[in-house]
């Protein structure tokens, strides 16, 4: 005989975004409970002591400095990376030859391992926010272009060739029918950028251990502050989470006005 | 726009694409001897290609490249065996896909390099913290992608096969795994990847051994030209592999 469910499982039942909550809320108290009784801590921290120190890791010299700077770095990556992004996915995709042509160099390109040619960019553009702002170019750019290259191949030819016999000039042309088409597909690329940039920035900041996050991060390590590190290592990816919600709202806001 | 590519717009894009490199290598080549840029930021090509000759005729990346691919290999195999299992088991109720496939994709949308430090401070900075990040970081696209080919398998295909009499160990290896394969297949090569650039990445940033850090330490040491060396090689490498995997994958989809 079947037992009917309890309330609780049958409320949860119909909110699996509750549900979610919950498991988080486990693995939070998991690791609370192993971090108090089980894991050594010099190696690893209960949250209650990561939230509680929070006030002394903002409180370290540096600390909110190196945080400011790599939000700033984020920024100016992901700005001149969608930049570059769009220019170079437009001059690509409007022209079928150039497409042939110079697509497959960006797919090359894109496949490479860029993380080889990090220490390469310490070199060129010193340990300071240059060198990060490009490793994150490099790393936002791509994904840019192939998703504008896309968006503007899947524009249909009908649409085109319509507007033309009907006497729009070029720029007619781009800004009502190429334009509004591209949007979606522009900001998923946006959301794809913003994943480059945060991996190439944070990438630049970890390798680089004489400043910045890496010489944090390097210095809780090495001085078995493992609280701290978790704030730190916590804050950055808070800074990541919510930067992603902020391209992802954006994408969702400007893509539905095709399914209307 | 789409038009079909003639022939010879076809010949003229391979043209122009090797006009492009030779033109890059020209570049790199003039640069490095004529126009005065610092040999300690920009090597003489000729001198790279010879530094990577020697590099593969005296066999001395046979370490490095040993620890890699051993890495890799270990990651690989827990992220892939810890992917699946999770996979499935999440795909088989519609209810708990609800519960962790948003969970699982946000968690992959942050950098998971970012704890980096945490798996050097639990695992040391030998293999072990190396393969724990691999398999970290390649288990997300592996698991999402197990959820959503057995996700997606249609229900009729189910029913079909039920009404047909098919016991669960038949379901499972005739309708449910030939179904859900090409997806899975596609997350298992993401896997794959991903595992590899975390690999090379967390030697980057803090290791003894393998082909990232032997990049890291010839820049430290500022031998600039058998460091281009090493990058090459290491570029080349991964290209194989990539190569290697995605045509298993091709092969894997043509005879489910």
New interface residues.
């Given amino acids: 005989m079947k037992r009917a469910p309890s309330p609780l499982r049958a409320y949860l039942a119909r909110r699996p975004g509750l549900a979610r909550l919950f498991v988080i809320a486990a693995l939070f108290v998991v690791w609370e409970v192993s971090a108090r009784w089980f894991v050594d801590p010099l190696f690893l921290s209960p949250p209650s002591k990561v939230i509680a120190s929070l006030g002394a890791l903002f409180g370290t010299p540096g600390v909110p400095a190196a945080l400011r700077i790599t939000l700033f770095e984020l920024a100016v990556a992901f700005v001149i990376a969608v930049a570059i992004g769009l220019v170079l996915g437009l001059a690509i995709g409007l022209q079928p030859f150039v497409r042939l042509s110079v697509f497959p160099i960006v797919l090359l390109l894109y496949g490479m391992p860029q993380i080889t040619i990090l220490p390469l960019f310490i070199l060129y553009f010193g340990i300071g926010a240059a060198s990060k702002i490009a490793f994150g170019v490099t790393h936002g750019m791509f994904p840019v272009v192939m998703t504008v290259v896309a968006g503007v191949q899947n524009l249909k030819p009908i649409l085109m060739t319509s507007a033309r016999s009907m006497g729009a000039s070029r720029w007619q042309i781009f800004r009502h029918v190429i334009f509004p088409h591209m949007v979606p597909s522009f900001f998923a690329g946006m959301r794809l950028g913003m994943s480059g940039v945060l991996l190439g920035v944070l990438l630049a900041e970890l390798y680089v251990s004489i400043a910045g996050i890496g010489y944090f991060t390097t210095l809780f390590t090495q001085n078995f502050e493992p609280a701290k590190l978790l704030g730190l290592i916590g804050t950055l990816a808070a800074m990541a989470i919510f930067l992603n919600a902020l391209v992802r709202r954006a994408e969702t806001h400007f893509g539905k006005w095709r399914a209307g | 726009?789409?038009?079909p590519?003639k022939a010879r717009?076809?010949w003229?894009?391979?043209l122009?694409?090797a006009a492009?490199?030779a033109g890059l290598a020209l570049v790199w080549y003039l640069a490095a001897t004529r126009w005065g840029v610092n040999r300690?930021?920009l090597p003489n090509p000729v001198a790279v290609a010879q530094d990577l000759f020697e590099i593969l005729r005296s066999g001395e990346y046979i370490d490095d490249l040993e620890t890699t691919l051993g890495e890799l290999a270990a990651a690989f195999s827990i992220a892939v065996a810890g992917g699946l299992a999770t996979g499935y088991l999440v795909s088989r109720s519609p209810?708990l896909t609800?519960?962790?496939e948003?969970?699982f994709a946000?968690l992959y949308?942050?950098?998971i390099?970012?704890?980096?430090?945490?798996f050097?401070?639990?695992f040391g900075l030998g293999p072990a913290s190396k393969i724990a990040i691999g398999a970290a970081i390649s288990f997300f696209p592996i698991t999402l992608n197990t959820i959503a080919g057995f996700g997606g398998v249609d229900r009729l295909y189910v029913t079909a096969a039920r009404s047909m009499g098919a016991s669960d160990y038949h379901l499972f290896r005739f309708v449910l795994v030939p179904a859900a394969l090409p997806v899975i297949l596609t997350g298992l090569r993401m896997g794959f990847t991903t595992a590899?650039?975390a690999i090379?990445?967390s030697e980057?940033?803090a290791s003894f051994a393998g082909l990232?850090h032997r990049?890291?330490s010839l820049?430290e040491s500022m031998e600039?030209a058998p460091?281009f060396a090493y990058?090459v090689f290491?570029?080349a490498i991964?290209?194989i592999l990539?190569a290697f995997v995605s045509t298993l994958e091709a092969r894997g989809r043509r005879n489910r």
């Fill in positions: 726009m789409t038009a590519p717009d076809a003229l894009s391979r122009v694409q492009f490199l300690l930021l209810y609800k519960v962790f948003p969970l946000g949308a942050i950098p390099i970012l704890f980096l430090p945490l050097v401070l639990f590899l650039l090379i990445a980057t940033l990232g990049i890291v820049a600039i460091m990058i290491v570029i991964a290209a990539n």
